[in-house]
């Protein structure tokens, strides 16, 4: 984040691990998609997934064909921050905000452009290599079994990362976003106050995904007063 703050100026932008490999079209087909819109805007394609030599195991199915919603990035969903690409009016926006917590570049790239409802273009089309290295910590893994067990860590350690990244986000755009967005983020903000507010935020059905488990593990993690 700091980086994106003080880069020089220009059309467009993506966020580069150093790691992983591009394809050669990836810049040039993300700003012909960015170029037909006027506001602030997002692209986000696929990844083919490769171990450390860069050898394809397989293409990530990022799910595109259920909406990307912002009370589905609070509670767990974000694409890959790699396979981001940005033009500069996003950049600017992102940038009127300083907080002081960010859980992910990811997440907060994705929960400004959400919850001012700008535009997001999602692309099925693998446009990088994410290199995957053994031991990884972060990362993607085919495993789901690996995938709800770093949810259960995620969900039980109880420093409220997602909590503190709702209220960043409230606390620096909630007099310019729209009502249904800041409704959502004051729900999640307001749910430790009192117990009626938790259960208002257990009750709330903008906060089902489409996942059995993630629902579990939110509910669960609200209870506790871990969320």
Avoid at 149 to 165: A, D, I, Y
Wanted: proline share 4%; net charge neutral.
């Amino acid at each position: 984040m700091t980086l994106l703050r003080e880069c020089e100026d220009s059309d467009y932008y993506a966020y580069c691990d150093q790691d992983d490999y591009w394809y050669p079209n990836k810049l040039i087909t993300a700003i012909k998609e960015l170029q037909t819109i006027d506001s602030p805007a997002l692209f986000v394609s696929t990844y083919d997934v490769c171990d450390e030599n860069l050898d394809k195991m397989f293409t990530f199915d990022m799910k595109f064909e259920e909406p990307l919603r912002l009370q589905d990035v609070i509670i767990y969903r974000a694409p890959s921050a790699c396979n981001m690409v940005f033009n500069h009016g996003l950049r600017e926006v992102i940038n009127r905000s300083n907080p002081g917590f960010v859980r992910m570049h990811d997440f907060w790239t994705f929960i400004v452009t959400l919850s001012h409802d700008y535009p997001i273009i999602t692309m099925d089309v693998p446009l990088i290599k994410y290199r995957q290295h053994a031991g990884e910590s972060v990362g993607i893994t085919p495993t789901v079994m690996t995938r709800v067990k770093r949810l259960v860590r995620s969900s039980s350690k109880g420093n409220n990362e997602r909590w503190r990244q709702a209220k960043e986000a409230y606390d620096a755009y909630r007099d310019e976003i729209p009502d249904d967005k800041r409704d959502i983020l004051e729900t999640v903000v307001k749910y430790r106050e009192s117990t009626s507010n938790k259960f208002k935020l257990l009750s709330d059905r903008r906060f089902i995904t489409s996942s059995t488990y993630i629902n579990l593990l939110f509910r669960a993690s609200v209870l506790m007063g871990k969320f």
